[in-house]
Antibody, heavy 119, light 107 residues
Framework: QVQLQESGPGLVKPSETLSLTCTVSGGSITSYFWTWIRQPPGKGLEWIGSIYYSGTTTYNPSLKSRVTISVDTSKNQFSLKLSSVTAADTAVYYC?????????????WGQGTLVTVSS | DIQMTQSPSSLSASVGDRVTITCQASQDISNYLNWYQQKPGKAPKLLIYDASNLETGVPSRFSGSGSGTDFTFTISTLQPADIATYYCQQYDNLPPTFGPGTKVDIK
């Protein structure tokens, strides 16, 4: 069974860079798109961006200037960096995976990790 | 971006009731519409993909329909385990976008 697990600091200072890693177990990272989605407390879901295992990325235009997603196939991990964070970036961050070769819907999700932006 | 709206924003129903949620897209998205269930403190769970296809392992009391801009999600017989927030999500255009959610609870 595929499992995803987010890891990274739970507290980030304003203007700094948020960094999270998603570790994939129970399956290969190849042939799939890997996605980051966030949810501010009490609010809805926002798609941040995706990376194909080959390294091709797609980002939400609203965040594109601040987002970098990368993949390390040797470690079965992919990562998110969000620069110049503000309080508006406080959210639960989820990593997710869809069906093979498709970035359409998300079957497998991590448990989510709350990142708070505060000094 | 394609804007997704849902109605109602919340509802209260009795166990055994039929529950219907609607989702509307700001433009034609064909059938590129998915439905998720999210319980408090948990990640969303995919229930329906491509508007009407039931994800493996999801109970048959959940169903979806629609195409173009108007979609419907139905719980045929509400169960206590169905208390959650439900989100629609389009993937016709990048970025994928989600509806604001519909919170379902028991009357």
């Amino acid at each position: 069974q595929v499992q995803l697990q987010e890891s990274g600091p739970g507290l980030v200072k304003p203007s700094e860079t948020l960094s999270l890693t998603c570790t994939v177990s129970g399956g290969s990272i190849t042939s799939y798109f890997w996605t980051w989605i966030r949810q501010p407390p009490g609010k809805g879901l926002e798609w941040i961006g995706s990376i194909y295992y080959s390294g091709t990325t797609t980002y939400n235009p609203s965040l594109k200037s601040r987002v970098t997603i990368s993949v390390d196939t040797s470690k079965n991990q992919f990562s998110l960096k969000l620069s110049s964070v503000t309080a508006a970036d406080t959210a639960v961050y989820y990593c997710a995976r869809g069906p093979e070769y498709s970035n359409s819907w998300y079957v497998y999700w991590g448990q989510g990790t709350l990142v708070t932006v505060s000094s | 971006d394609i804007q997704m709206t849902q109605s109602p924003s919340s509802l209260s129903a009795s166990v055994g009731d039929r529950v219907t949620i609607t989702c509307q897209a700001s433009q034609d998205i064909s059938n590129y519409l998915n439905w998720y269930q999210q319980k408090p403190g948990k990640a969303p769970k995919l229930l329906i993909y491509d508007a009407s296809n039931l994800e493996t392992g999801v109970p048959s009391r959940f169903s979806g329909s629609g195409s173009g801009t108007d979609f419907t999600f139905t719980i045929s017989t509400l169960q206590p385990a169905d208390i959650a927030t439900y989100y629609c999500q389009q993937y016709d255009n990048l970025p994928p976008t989600f509806g604001p959610g519909t919170k379902v609870d028991i009357k």
